[in-house]
């Protein structure tokens, strides 16, 4: 039930904050199943997100697994890119 497959900390979100989210999105927010559900993060608290009512959603199993993979490749081509660019300033450096 608690969105923690790739949560670096892996505090668990206090179990009414979960039961006032599910009760408000019913079920899954993208397939509107009502088996299997998980509260998911929308900012990821890697990224400082908080567990409020406007940061989680509800989502299933396989959405939320879906949704939490597209997310950590964003993150990847982030850190990636930044070091891309990071690596042209150093040749740029090395050339003048
Ligand atoms: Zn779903
Ligand atoms: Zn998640």
């Known amino acids: ?8 900390d892996l505090i668990p ?3 009414e ?10 079920g899954c927010r993208k397939c ?11 900012l990821p608290r890697s990224s400082s997100g908080k567990d409020t009512m ?4 509800c989502l299933c199993a396989s959405c939320h697994r879906r949704q939490d993979l597209k997310f ?7 850190i990636f890119e930044k070091r891309q660019i ?3 300033i150093r040749n740029a450096r090395g050339l003048q």
């Open 1 to 8: 039930m608690i969105c923690q497959l790739f949560n670096p």
């Open 13 to 15: 979100i206090d179990k």
């Open 17 to 26: 904050l979960i039961k006032a989210v599910i009760k408000r999105d019913v």
């Open 32 to 42: 509107f199943t009502k088996e299997n559900l998980h509260v998911h993060h929308i």
């Open 54 to 57: 406007e940061n989680l959603i």
């Open 72 to 78: 950590d490749r964003l993150r990847y081509l982030t």
């Open 86 to 88: 990071e690596e042209n």
